[in-house]
């Protein structure tokens, strides 16, 4: 069974840098075809994706965000991570990690706000 | 970036009754190995997204076979044969296949 959780702070102050974990079951990120998306969902709006991470370590960014963004992983903690630089209060979400497979992980909201 | 639109952008529907969900795309999903790469997706109320369809017309595991998916190239559609109380929430189209990979803006559905 595929699992995948969000995690990170609820609230971060404006220009910070956020880091969000995802933390994942039944699946190796090391098997090709593999791979876990980060996405987001402002408070009523529509989902909007952010990065994916692919099993041979290909990185892909949202052109729109790419220069704050970094994915990673922690292959041996069975983990994603995604930083986000220069937080700003339009960055308030629910950020969301999935499977690419179409699994999604439980999100979490993230307030951004002084 | 590939545009996903969807139409209607909410529904409501009479228990028992069929309803039907448009996804158009700006661009072909076509993908070098044939397959349209476009998913469909239910966000229930307080809960994440879960997979409905994949691949344009499989069905997750799980999903009840009231649900149905069709079309090809830039023209997709989500058929509920009949709508069940459970099937209030946001229905939303995906598309994979390039990055940035895209959603549609959703389709609300409730029951009338």
């Known amino acids: 069974q595929i699992t995948l959780r969000a995690s990170g702070p609820a609230l971060v102050k404006p220009t910070q840098t956020l880091t969000l974990t995802c933390t994942f079951s039944?699946?190796?990120?090391?098997?090709?075809?593999?791979?876990v998306n980060w996405i987001r969902q402002p408070p009523g709006k529509a989902l909007e994706w952010l990065a994916l991470?692919?099993?041979?370590?290909?990185?892909r960014y949202n052109p729109s965000l790419k220069s704050r963004l970094t994915i990673t992983r922690d292959t041996s903690e069975n983990q994603v991570v995604l930083t986000m630089t220069d937080m700003d209060p339009v960055d308030t979400a629910t950020y969301y990690c999935?499977?690419?497979?179409?699994?999604w992980g439980q999100g979490t909201l993230v307030t951004v706000s002084s | 970036d590939i545009v996903l639109t969807q139409s209607p952008l909410s529904l409501s529907v009479t228990l028992g009754e069929p309803a039907s969900i448009s996804c158009r795309s700006s661009?072909?999903?076509?993908?070098?190995?044939?397959?349209?790469?476009l998913d469909w997706y239910l966000q229930k109320p307080g809960q994440s997204p879960q997979l409905l369809i994949y691949?344009?017309?499989n069905r997750a595991s799980g999903v009840p076979d009231r649900f149905s998916g069709s079309g090809s190239g830039t023209d997709f559609t989500l058929t509920i044969t009949r709508v069940e109380a459970e099937d209030v929430g946001v229905y939303f189209c995906?598309?994979?296949?390039?990055?940035?990979?895209?959603f549609g803006p959703g389709t609300r559905l409730e029951i009338k």
């Open positions: 999935q499977h690419r497979a179409g699994y």
């Open positions: 039944g699946f190796s990120l090391n098997t090709p075809g593999a791979g």
């Open positions: 991470l692919y099993w041979d370590d290909d990185k």
């Open positions: 661009q072909s999903l076509v993908h070098r190995n044939g397959y349209n790469s």
């Open positions: 691949l344009v017309s």
């Open positions: 995906m598309q994979s296949l390039q990055t940035p990979i895209t």
